[in-house]
């Protein structure tokens, strides 16, 4: 799930949020951050706003925002990639914050074009999101209309081609979570919703997943089918985005290493029928032995397969050894 184009928007993003967090002290800095990961962790679901002032904000977009950026972009590069035709007119963002995955959109399809609404409970996350999507080169991201809501039961979106929620049902309570999905099902054409890739984020896209098949949803992404997920017992679906170390990531967590792996579940889904996959997904990191990758694969007809692919089979081992954890198998260019 690699995307070429998306490069500028992200190299534009983390040139807006250089420097942000000057001016703000190193420790306060900190102190938000750990309160945040603990937050966005799923460990405290909430009725008001996780972002209270510019402090918490800051410290979210300088942390979080590249991360989340990545893991949006990636699941909607997965989405792309079943309906690569298919564009977006309108989107709406719920709980988009300082709109980490308003700026993923626009890198997934920057020939740009739509317009985006960002709805949030949290004032200071709005205006800090409005003040950096104003240094956009996109013009999406400069146009786009910043509104405070109310995120639950008592939600109104306006009708959308796509809507986006990430990171934002771990905030919610069961009712409200349910409400918004079945919300989000209503008013959009397709929806893309994106958690932590832990045991808890997994189980909230599982719920949010069989909402929108109940709501005549087909998954396009990451499922290669609609049917129950055979992952069972411990085991969960997740998938990892490289991102890259800001100071304030190695001043939180210490560590040498300028790129991390953010973990997350997801689910894209669009409302009727959508052509067959007819591929697999790679659910885990490929395994390469000598002459030999190991593929652990969730398929359309078997459900979760190992497949082992050796020299003997040509493009197809190339093929293997080049795939990434998340991809489609075998790979078009394999045929």
Request: charged fraction near 25%.
């Amino acid at each position: 799930m690699h995307a070429p184009e998306s490069a500028p928007t992200g190299e534009n993003l983390r040139t807006a949020l250089a420097g942000l967090l000057d001016g703000l002290p190193p420790r306060q800095a900190t102190q938000a951050v750990e309160r945040l990961i603990a937050n966005y962790r799923g460990r405290t679901p909430t009725h008001t706003p996780v972002l209270r002032d510019r402090s918490d904000v800051a410290a979210y977009a300088a942390y979080r925002m590249p991360a989340t950026f990545e893991a949006v972009r990636s699941a909607l590069e997965a989405f792309r990639d079943r309906l690569p035709d298919w564009a977006p007119a309108s989107h709406v963002d719920i709980g988009g914050g300082t709109g980490a995955a308003t700026w993923a959109v626009a890198a997934a399809w920057p020939e740009g074009g739509h317009r985006t609404t960002v709805l949030d409970w949290a004032g200071p996350a709005l205006e800090l999101g409005e003040e950096l999507a104003r240094t956009a080169a996109s013009e999406a991201l400069r146009t786009a209309s910043w509104q405070r809501a109310t995120i639950g039961a008592g939600l109104t979106l306006p009708e959308a081609d796509l809507i986006t929620v990430s990171y934002v049902l771990n905030e919610l309570t069961e009712a409200d979570r349910r409400a918004v999905t079945e919300k989000a099902a209503r008013a959009a054409r397709a929806v893309v919703i994106v958690e932590p890739g832990t045991p808890d984020g997994y189980r909230r896209i599982i719920e949010a997943r069989s909402l929108l098949i109940e709501e005549g949803f087909t998954v396009a992404a990451p499922c290669p089918h609609s049917a129950g997920c055979p992952i069972e017992g411990t085991d969960w679906c997740h998938f990892a985005a490289r991102v890259s170390r800001s100071s304030l990531h190695r001043q939180v967590k210490g560590g040498s290493l300028p790129y991390e792996d953010e973990k997350f579940s997801y689910v894209a889904a669009v409302r009727g029928p959508v052509e067959p996959a007819g591929t697999a997904r790679v659910v885990r990191k490929p395994q390469i032995r000598k002459g030999q990758v190991l593929l652990e694969l969730c398929t359309p007809e078997d459900g979760l397969t190992r497949e082992t692919v050796t020299k003997r089979h040509g493009s197809l081992y190339r093929a293997a050894r080049d795939a990434d954890w998340g991809d489609e198998w075998p790979p078009a260019s394999a045929d």
